[in-house]
């Protein structure tokens, strides 16, 4: 894995998230690609899963990865952060943005949690949470959470403090986005079973919400979506960071 700039000890719960600075993008996917592989290969006692977020931070990774075909482990499930309520083949789809890595892990259509955007908005909401629910009742965990950070600071599909509150008590959430789209998101409920989560972030327009994260600012929805969850790491390139945090 490549070295990062800067590699503190893990946060203890309440503090602020561990940090890593790579000194290159090239490096950030490289280094991303490696943990990735052994989150999703790594075979150990107790059925496991993995969560993988959207949007376009992650793909060089996801790519690297899928030209190596590595071997899941047995029973390894994949699940999604969130999607944008769109045909599972159409390119704003993460789930369609994943599709090589899909293919190059083989794994059974059950082992693949994907919102279902073949049902209604609301359906497909209560049947993500069925669902979650059902592999949480299995002692599934999740090892490792990917998640992205928008430059206004949401996460997953989590916007708005209100989507926080109206996400309590429930596992997936129906979400209309700014920028006029619905999707279907985790909620912080999920994100606290994570045993591991790792935001990852690249793009200047990065740096105010990735200071505000740090800063663990209740501005930051990101910071609020995973402010109960006990092991959160950073991991950012050069063009994101904030210099006034360094």
């Not at 669902?131 to 430059?151: D, N, P, S, T, Y």
């Not at 926080?164 to 979400?175: E, F, H, K, M, P």
Request: with cysteine.
């Amino acid at each position: 894995m490549a070295s990062p700039n800067q590699s503190p000890p893990p946060s203890p719960p309440g503090t602020t998230p561990s940090l890593q600075r790579f000194g290159s993008r090239s490096e950030l996917d490289a280094a991303l690609a490696d943990r990735l592989e052994r989150a999703l290969t790594q075979s150990d006692a107790g059925p496991a899963a993995v969560m993988l977020s959207g949007g376009s931070t992650p793909l060089p990774a996801y790519r690297l990865l899928a030209a190596r075909a590595p071997r899941p482990a047995p029973g390894l499930v994949l699940l999604y952060s969130d999607d944008r309520y769109v045909p599972s083949s159409s390119d704003a789809s993460n789930y369609h943005q994943t599709r090589p890595l899909l293919d190059a892990l083989a794994l059974p259509p059950q082992q693949v949690l994907r919102v279902a955007t073949e049902l209604s908005l609301s359906d497909a909401a209560a049947d993500y949470e069925r669902r979650l629910a059902q592999l949480f009742e299995r002692q599934v965990r999740i090892r490792l959470g990917l998640l992205g950070l928008g430059a206004d600071g949401h996460t997953a599909s989590l916007f708005s403090a209100a989507d926080v509150i109206r996400a309590q008590g429930r596992l997936a959430l129906a979400v209309h986005r700014p920028d006029g789209r619905d999707a279907v998101s985790v909620t912080p409920a999920v994100l606290t079973r994570a045993e591991q989560l790792l935001f990852v972030v690249a793009g200047e327009d990065k740096r105010s919400a990735l200071r505000a994260l740090l800063q663990r600012s209740s501005d930051c929805v990101a910071w609020r979506a995973v402010s109960d969850s006990t092991h959160v790491e950073v991991w950012t390139e050069p063009e994101a960071w904030p210099e006034a945090t360094a």
